[in-house]
């Protein structure tokens, strides 16, 4: 009987991540009928998304806080050594940190503009906790750096 163990394969395309090739996993890919199976292992669930975030280098993000309107706050950001990774960009209110959005999302200005592949954009709705009339001043901020037209306020009311 050949015994089926866990083994690690690294992966390729820039997953950044090992595999963990199961008996449970490979039993679709062909059965080993010649004694009893071996006992599955669990493996933790992986999440991959299409194109992962990167740490950006500092000194390589280019960006631009569009701003805060009625409905979202945009901007869009860039790794200029590795235009084809997203880069997350952290929103706060004054210190506290808002959300971190990746910047993904595909803007034609900034495929006009030689941004990349213009998959560098990033928008979400105003959280309704910004919305109590009071001012908040909203930072965009990459790699630890503010983007440029950084920090801006939403007005009372």
Not at 83 to 94: F, H, K, R, S
């Given at each position: 009987?050949?015994?089926?163990?866990?083994?690690?394969?690294?992966?390729?395309?820039?997953?950044?991540?090992?595999?963990?090739?199961?008996?449970?996993?490979?039993?679709?890919?062909?059965?080993?009928?010649?004694?009893?199976?071996?006992a599955p292992t669990?493996?933790?669930?992986?999440?991959?998304?299409?194109?992962?975030?990167?740490?950006?280098?500092?000194?390589?993000?280019?960006?631009?806080?569009?701003?805060?309107?009625?409905?979202?706050?945009?901007?869009?950001?860039?790794?200029?050594?590795?235009?084809?990774?997203?880069?997350?960009?952290?929103?706060?209110?004054?210190?506290?940190?808002?959300?971190?959005?990746?910047?993904?999302?595909?803007?034609?200005?900034?495929?006009?503009?030689?941004?990349?592949?213009?998959?560098?954009?990033?928008?979400?709705?105003?959280?309704?906790?910004?919305?109590?009339?009071?001012?908040?001043?909203?930072?965009?901020?990459?790699?630890?750096?503010?983007?440029?037209?950084?920090?801006?306020?939403i007005p009372k009311?």
């Open positions: 009987m050949r015994r089926m163990t866990n083994q690690r394969i690294p992966a390729t395309r820039g997953l950044g991540a090992a595999l963990l090739l199961t008996a449970a996993t490979l039993a679709g890919c062909g059965e080993d009928t010649s004694g009893p199976p071996a669990q493996a933790p669930a992986a999440k991959v998304s299409q194109a992962p975030t990167v740490q950006a280098n500092p000194a390589s993000v280019e960006g631009y806080f569009d701003g805060v309107d009625a409905d979202v706050i945009s901007g869009w950001a860039l790794d200029t050594t590795k235009p084809a990774n997203p880069v997350t960009v952290d929103l706060y209110d004054g210190d506290a940190l808002l959300a971190s959005v990746p910047a993904r999302e595909f803007r034609q200005d900034l495929l006009d503009a030689q941004k990349g592949d213009g998959y560098h954009g990033f928008k979400i709705p105003i959280p309704a906790g910004l919305k109590d009339g009071q001012p908040h001043t909203v930072h965009a901020k990459c790699a630890g750096g503010e983007l440029k037209n950084s920090p801006q306020t009311g």
